[in-house]
C-alpha cells in the first residue's frame, strides 16, 4: 500500500546531486544499480514518510546535509544505495546538519 503525503506535506519536490563520490568502497560497486537503489529507497522514504524540511510548502535549498552517520565500506551496490537514501532521508527530516 503507497500512502498519500499528509495534507501538511507538499505533492512534489526535487533532489537534485550534482556529484557522489564514493570513497573507500569495493571497485565492485555498480553506480548504475546504487543510483537505481538510491532513487527506489528515496521515493519510498518520501511516500512513506514525507520530508518534514518541506513541511511549509516553501521552496527550501540546500547545499550540504552533513553530520550523517558513515556507512560501512563492505555494502553492496543495491544496500549502498539504499543506506544512502536514508542518510539524505534523515537529512531532509532534520537528522544531520542541513545547510
Do not use: C, K, Y
Not at 500500500?1 to 495534507?7: E, I, L, N, Y
Not at 564514493?22 to 555498480?30: E, K, M, P, V, Y
Not at 511549509?56 to 552517520?69: E, F, I, W
Amino acid at each position: 500500500m503507497v500512502s498519500r503525503p499528509a495534507p501538511d506535506q507538499p505533492e512534489t519536490f526535487r533532489v537534485d546531486i550534482g556529484e557522489l563520490v564514493l570513497t573507500g568502497f569495493a571497485r565492485t560497486i555498480d553506480p548504475d544499480r546504487v543510483t537505481a537503489a538510491f532513487e527506489a529507497e528515496l521515493g519510498r522514504l518520501v511516500r512513506e514518510r514525507g520530508v518534514p524540511l518541506a513541511a511549509d510548502g516553501g521552496a527550501r535549498a540546500l547545499d550540504v546535509l552533513g553530520g550523517l552517520p558513515p556507512l560501512p565500506a563492505n555494502l553492496t551496490s543495491r544496500r549502498l544505495g539504499q543506506e544512502l537514501a536514508r542518510a539524505v532521508h534523515d537529512g531532509l527530516a532534520g537528522r544531520g546538519q542541513a545547510r
